[in-house]
Structures are given as structure tokens and as C-alpha cells.
Nanobody, 124 residues
């Protein structure tokens, strides 16, 4: 079971990035997916999730209206579309999954498997 997050980089404020989360060794169908981020010295923060059956999503207030989560079960991929980026969005971003989570959770402790993280830097 492996997750790999990618797509991070440098971007100007108000720019956009799309992060990808590739699953291998298992199929994403049946898994809830969460995206998290972490600044050095801070706790890992849940920012969005989508439940196992896609019936529920949750967005942290800090990203609501700017970030979108999606998944493509056929490609075994999940995505985080980030628009209108701000300097305070700078962090390492992680994707994580949990089998059979039929509600949406932003708590890191709820998730079983984690990708390695990808760095997003928003700078003026």
C-alpha cells in the first residue's frame, strides 16, 4: 500500500496549483481521502476530505471557496485543486486514506495510510 503526493512547487500569490495523490497496491474506491498540511513547528492540519462513498466532503474555513478535492477511482488518483493561493498556504501537503470512512474527517488520527508530502511555497 503506497500513496505518493506530487505537484507541489513555487507559486505567486493568487496563483493555482493542482496536487495529485497516486495510490498503488490498492484501489482508492472504498477509501475516504483527506488532504492535510503542515508548517514546520506546527501540528498537521486537516484541510479537506471526501468520504468513502463520495457522499460527504469537508473543507476547513481557511481553504473554503479556494480549494477543491476530487478523486478518480478509475485512475486511482486523488487531487487537490488550489486556487487563489496565499502566502499562508505555504506548507508541506499530505494526502491520506482510510478504508470505509463514511463520514468526512479532518483528524489525522482517523487515517491509515499517508503519502510522503509535497512542498507548496507561495511567495511574493
Amino acid at each position: 500500500v503506497q500513496l505518493q503526493a506530487s505537484g507541489g512547487g513555487l507559486v505567486r500569490p493568487r496563483g493555482s496549483l493542482r496536487l495529485s495523490c497516486a495510490a498503488s497496491g490498492f484501489g482508492l474506491e472504498g477509501y475516504a481521502i483527506g488532504w492535510f498540511r503542515q508548517d514546520p513547528g506546527k501540528e498537521r492540519e486537516g484541510i479537506l476530505c471526501i468520504s468513502t462513498d463520495d457522499s460527504g466532503t469537508w473543507y476547513a474555513d481557511s481553504v473554503k471557496g479556494r480549494f477543491t478535492i476530487s478523486k478518480d477511482n478509475a485512475k486511482n488518483m486523488a487531487y487537490l485543486q488550489m486556487n487563489s493561493l496565499k502566502p499562508e498556504d505555504t506548507a508541506v501537503y499530505y494526502c491520506a486514506v482510510k478504508l470505509g470512512l463514511y463520514y468526512c474527517s479532518g483528524l489525522p488520527s482517523e487515517y491509515e495510510y499517508w503519502g510522503q508530502g509535497t512542498l507548496v511555497t507561495v511567495f511574493s
